[in-house]
């Protein structure tokens, strides 16, 4: 049977004072490494984030440009004049093309 | 390891805990020797799967425009949605309600869950509306996948010249086959990175260059001048119960297609209800026998080859005319004795040109024929280009030269034809026509077409004496409801029998009636070429063709601020 002899440790307080700052350095040394890294992550995610939002709003834009063609096309637009707006082409001599 | 004072039962215990140490260590750097030497390969394609996600961005096909920029077929994305079986808790019920949503056949979808298979299409590109109605069932085993889905916002508008794409986006007909290379163009794949929860990080920085997008299209065809075109044909083909038309606008100095028009029209949107023959742009595609309109190529020869000019006579056999066993009379039965050759195309009689033709010689004529470009392609930028049909001289009978002098036994296309009378109108100079203006990629000019010149036919001289008798044809001649306020009008008449069903001769009453011409006829800005087929109660190229040539002329100059010249 053997017993270990343990000597109790002053620790000095401006000792580990030191030791608390290294470790708190070290600490936000580490921080300051990865900080950057995870904003970055973050960033990533938000910015697929917004692609996937601006793919949809392309997407709704390429169809509004769609349905404007649609709606500009000239069969439509005579229809709505002269059947709602009343109006008729001119006949011949009510327009006068000037030569350039 | 130093244990000279410890006790022997302790050293045992201390030496077995270092074998189990041992032993330990031993086996996790045998799986580390294995996972990181021997199965390196393995491993690391596992990792990348786990972290790496391979992307297939979508094709995204080009837009076709027309000449101005505006939109004639536009792609975009679409959901398509599929199911996986075996995912499904409970087919049936999944079945009815997906078909009640996607209207689509449930007893198909029983029969498609019911087979071993882990991936079937439910119903490819649906509306955003569907695709969100399906979305908010959230049914496990119902998924979407995006495709491009083609849109033609402007319906049947020069619907045969554009064509149309498959389900697999991939054109069919029209400028979409003939340009589907450059308007789909598959892009590349791409590894994104992802994270545990399959998310992505570290998008692509060339995501926007990832994207597979085709080059633009624009057409040489302007949309007011196609859709006066189509609106102005297809009145004419519904007045005189008509089978169909065609109708060209071409610029006569350029060789530019401004509109080409087919009745019945074709919606590319809805590609499926149609039949297959109408999918044809026959301006390109079929060929007729052009009858009369075809005297004007033998009047340029003749002219060309000093063989007459406009104020020469010739007798035309008081309206029957016996040759190679054959009588040829005038049409509506007229009996003319002397015409002046500006009279003989004014009044398009055919013993007139067949006199004029017996003069000019069947070799002459040949040439100018061919010369004028019949017969042979003319590599227009659109697909299925017919040559039409120009029998070669060996194989002419006694009748071939009177017969082909007023457009019969010889077959053009639509395209043929105008292209022809531009060189006529533009000073004897044969264009190339084109269809397509430039292919572009994000608004920058990737590929230009230009006018090309095929050839001189004939001089300016001949050009300007044959306008003067197409002039005539117009003011005087058959043509008089061409007539238009303001502007001189060059053109001609045709009225052609059709060949009969059984190939032997000509059917009695069935007639393509056509008016060819260019306007104003000095300096001509355009040539319109409008065709009708078997009109019903009157059939001459004059009565039939002539009122709406008119009318697409009026309204396309306007269109063109093109000044009035004759002042009336």
């Given amino acids: 049977m053997y017993t270990f002899n343990r000597e109790r440790r002053n620790i000095n307080p401006r000792e580990f004072l030191t030791y608390s700052v290294c470790i708190l350095l070290f600490i936000t040394g580490v921080l300051f490494y990865i900080w950057p890294y995870i904003n970055i992550l973050n960033i990533n995610y938000d910015f697929e984030k917004l692609l996937k939002e601006r793919a949809k709003l392309i997407q709704s834009n390429k169809l509004l440009k769609i349905e404007m063609a649609s709606l500009k096309s000239l069969d439509r637009v005579e229809n709505i004049a002269s059947t709602q ?13 000037i030569k350039e | ?176 086959h003939s340009y589907d290379e450059q308007l789909m163009i598959n892009p590349d794949r791409m590894v994104i990175e992802k994270d545990a929860f399959g998310r992505s990080i570290n998008f692509a920085d060339d995501y926007e260059k990832s994207i597979g997008k ?52 074709f919606n590319p949107n809805s590609f499926g209800q149609y039949k297959e023959r109408d999918w044809r742009n026959r301006g390109v595609t079929d060929s007729f026998e052009p009858g009369s309109t075809f005297k004007m190529i033998l009047t340029a020869a003749a002219i060309e080859e000093k063989i007459a000019n406009q104020n020469d006579i ?77 029998r070669d001289i060996k194989e002419w009978s006694g009748v071939s030269l009177a017969s082909i002098s007023f457009g019969q036994e010889v077959s053009v296309t639509p395209l043929q034809l105008i292209t022809a009378v531009s060189a006529i109108a533009n000073g004897g100079i044969l264009m190339k026509p084109y269809a397509i203006k430039a292919v572009e990629k994000d608004g920058m000019v990737a590929n230009e077409f230009k006018p090309e010149v095929v050839r001189r036919v004939i001089s300016e001289k001949t050009s300007r004496e044959l306008s003067e008798i197409l002039e005539y044809t117009v003011r005087y001649g058959t043509g008089q409801k061409a007539i238009l306020e303001g502007y001189d009008v060059a053109g001609k008449t045709g009225t052609a029998q059709k060949a009969s069903p059984d190939k032997k001769g000509y059917s009695e009453d069935k007639f393509i009636s056509s008016f060819i011409g260019y306007v104003p006829s000095r300096n001509p800005r355009i040539a319109i070429l409008v065709i009708i087929d078997e009109p019903e109660g009157v059939a001459w190229g004059g009565e039939v063709a002539a009122p709406a040539f008119r009318e697409i002329a009026r309204q396309s100059l306007r269109y063109l601020k093109v000044p009035a010249v004759n002042g009336s």
Wanted: glycine content about 10%; some cysteine.
């Fill in chain 2, 214 to 265: 085709g080059y633009d299209l624009k057409l040489t065809i302007d949309e007011v001048i196609q859709y006066i075109t189509e609106k102005e044909l297809a009145g004419q083909v519904s007045k005189y119960k008509a089978r169909g038309g065609t109708a060209i606008v071409m610029d006569p100095y350029t060789g530019e297609i401004l509109a080409m028009a087919d009745q019945p029209q």
């Fill in chain 1, 85 to 97: 707006l009343g109006l008729s082409f001119p006949h011949e001599g009510q327009i006068v093309i």
């Fill in chain 2, 1 to 176: 390891m130093y244990l000279g004072n410890i006790e022997k039962k302790t050293k045992i215990k201390i030496y077995l805990v270092l074998i189990l140490f041992i032993i330990g260590f031993g086996i996790v750097w045998e799986k580390i020797y294995n996972i990181q030497i021997l199965q390196h390969g393995k491993f690391l394609n596992l990792s990348n799967r786990q972290y790496y996600r391979t992307l297939s961005p979508m094709p995204v096909r080009g837009t076709i425009y027309d000449r101005a920029g505006r939109e004639l077929a536009v792609s975009v994305e679409a959901d398509s949605v599929y199911a996986n079986p075996f995912e499904l808790d409970d087919p049936y019920k999944t079945a009815n309600i997906i078909s009640q949503t996607l209207k689509v056949d449930s007893s198909r979808l029983i029969r498609e869950f019911n087979k071993e298979k882990g991936f079937i299409w439910i119903k490819r590109k649906v509306t955003p509306d569907e695709a969100e109605a399906v979305e908010s069932l959230n049914i496990k085993g119902i998924g979407f996948l995006k495709e491009g889905k083609r849109f033609y916002p402007k319906k049947e508008l020069a619907g045969r010249m554009i064509g149309f794409v498959g389900v697999d986006n991939h054109g069919l007909s029209g400028v979409e």
């Fill in chain 2, 314 to 390: 010739f007798f035309c056999e008081n309206g029957e005319y016996e040759i190679g066993g054959r009588v040829i009379h005038e049409a509506k039965d007229h009996k003319y004795k002397w015409l002046t050759l500006k009279e003989i195309v004014g009044k398009s009689s055919n013993i007139g040109v067949i006199k004029v033709a017996q003069r000019l010689g069947a070799k002459n004529f040949y040439d100018y024929i061919l010369k004028f470009g019949i017969g042979s392609k003319t590599n227009i930028n659109l697909p299925g280009e017919s040559a039409g049909k120009v």
